[in-house]
């Protein structure tokens, strides 16, 4: 019996190589369409046409020329069923041991910025994923192959039947996972064009929170573990697209989480900025007018904790900081460029991980997502830093315009500090950083302690709160550190004890309206 592979592609890369070996190491007949046929007839392979092998023409542009029952009927038709092949020979259905097919390039021309929605809409492929659909169905008898990476794997295979019956099953897993992905990319052209139409909007798509969420990423790279070692994990999606490794150990999970906070918290300074993170807390940042002094203000925060931690900067890296940092062990430096000797002094530690942010510093995100039981929680990322004339000064005093300055400051730093937070800062520094307490007077302790461990002066400090200070606690404690003002956003059924407590003690007070709750 004849042995039928029917191999129709856009990406041609090890197609005719392929085919060769099919033809003239394992007897296969070809079937073939298009530009397909064209390159293994122009290389000298038998092909047979699909529409000489259906007798039914191509037509409508191409639209239809593989949706036809002497195709699916070919792939479709269970082996081990009587009932089956009798239908396939009464109907002339020859039966299709293997095929061969990937897709239009949908997402690569959705990506071009001129493309239009004519283009978009021909680039949908119908009868590609009609084709590996069945094929993938019918693995049990039907070799299917999706990507070219994988035909070295199905030659050597087909040499070992038992070989090649398990592979078959692993090739239909990655048939529908391409097809999953490939349907998904379509959905989020459509909705996100929707959501550009003027005509019938659908709020789902405007809000960017569809009825019906699908994702799929590829797979960028598998970790060595998660958090801890017994922990699997991997990354997904277009992470090294935004940064570029130079140098260092392989990323692991936990440097993933610390280099995305810290590309979010740098993101929102201008002027030549230092942050040192640990455990995607914020434990030191400066800015000044270099960024040799700015690192001198958020390594003065705390010369413990960045032991392991990342460090990030917003300007080009160059030797004169490179030398500093050499001398402190660190996980991750960060930065848009690194300088030559930058380069060559921090190149001395093997391990150190180096990264250019290649979008710049501040890189966007895809909303959060998080999977919780059952289901996933999904949000806007929080890019909104609030507007300072909108804020409310609830104090009889007046904050000074170095205090506003000071507020500003550490409101863009309390911000990335995990929930309960509290940042003391002043002069473009932070002097104590408090995260993730249960109660936000431990926050604010934490932070004098941290400022005094540091021996760092909290007089003349400005206090700020992520959340609202719920008691009036809170403020003493900050006021009796020596913070003149505070900000935070206000809108607890005690604000006027809070308020009390600020005037009591001549501290200027803002209230924002809005909370930075960072879970």
Not at 245 to 253: N, T, V
Not at 330 to 353: M, Q, W, Y
Not at 407 to 423: D, E, L, Y
Request: proline content about 4%; hydrophobic content about 45%; overall charge negative.
């Amino acid at each position: 019996m004849e042995k039928l592979a029917l191999l129709s592609v856009s990406d041609k890369q090890g197609l005719v190589e392929f085919a060769t070996a099919l033809v003239r190491e394992h007897g296969y007949k070809l079937l073939s369409t298009g530009g397909t046929a064209k390159l293994l007839a122009q290389s000298g392979l038998p092909v047979t046409e699909v529409s000489e092998h259906t007798g039914f023409p191509e037509m409508m542009e191409g639209r239809v020329k593989t949706l036809h029952p002497k195709i699916h009927g070919g792939l479709l038709c269970r082996r081990d069923k009587e009932d089956h092949l009798a239908a396939a020979k009464a109907h002339g259905i020859g039966l299709i041991d293997l095929v061969v097919v990937n897709l239009y390039p949908f997402e690569a021309t959705v990506a071009k910025p001129d493309v239009t929605f004519e283009d978009a809409i021909e680039n949908i492929d119908i009868g590609g994923p009609s084709m590996l659909r069945s094929a993938a169905k019918n693995h049990e008898s039907v070799t299917v192959v999706c990507d070219p990476a994988d035909y070295t794997r199905v030659l050597a295979a087909m040499n070992v039947p038992a070989n090649l019956h398990a592979l078959r099953r692993e090739l239909a897993l990655k048939v529908f996972q391409r097809t999953g992905s490939y349907d998904t990319a379509i959905a989020a052209y459509l909705a996100k064009q929707a959501a550009a139409s003027a005509d019938a909007p659908d709020f789902d798509a405007l809000s960017g929170l569809p009825a019906r969420l699908t994702l799929s990423y590829d797979k960028a790279q598998s970790l060595r573990y998660g958090e801890n070692p017994h922990q699997k994990a991997a990354l997904y999606g277009t992470f090294h697209d935004h940064f570029e490794q130079l140098q260092g150990k392989e990323l692991s999970y936990n440097n993933i989480l610390d280099i995305t906070s810290a590309t979010y918290l740098i993101g929102e300074f201008e002027r030549p900025t230092v942050a040192i993170l640990k455990h995607t807390n914020p434990c030191g940042v400066g800015c000044a007018d270099t960024l040799e002094e700015a690192w001198e203000k958020a390594y003065a925060t705390d010369r413990q904790a960045p032991f392991g931690g990342i460090i990030i900067v917003n300007r080009t890296l160059g030797g004169e900081l490179a030398q500093t940092i050499s001398g402190i062990f660190t996980e991750v430096i960060i930065a848009p460029r690194f300088s030559e000797d930058a380069l060559a002094i921090l190149g001395k530690k093997k391990n150190l991980r180096l990264m250019i942010a290649k979008d710049g510093i501040g890189a966007d995100s895809l909303q959060d997502v998080r999977s919780v039981v059952g289901g996933l929680l999904v949000q806007d990322r929080n890019k909104v830093l609030g507007n300072p004339a909108d804020f409310k000064v609830v104090t009889k005093r007046q904050p000074t315009a170095a205090e506003w300055a000071d507020m500003m400051f550490g409101w863009r730093v309390c911000k990335h500090v995990k929930s309960n937070a509290i940042v003391y800062c002043h002069n473009e520094q932070t002097l104590g950083v408090g995260a993730g307490q249960m109660a936000r007077v431990d926050s604010s302790r934490i932070a004098v302690w941290k400022a005094g461990e540091a021996k760092l002066d909290l007089r003349g400090s400005v206090v700020v709160s992520e959340a609202l200070f719920p008691f009036a606690d809170g403020l003493i404690a900050a006021a009796e550190a020596g913070a003149t003002a505070a900000i935070q956003p206000g809108g607890s059924v005690r604000d006027e004890e809070v308020i009390a407590a600020a005037d009591a003690r001549n501290m200027a007070m803002v209230f924002t309206g809005l909370r930075h709750f960072k879970h």
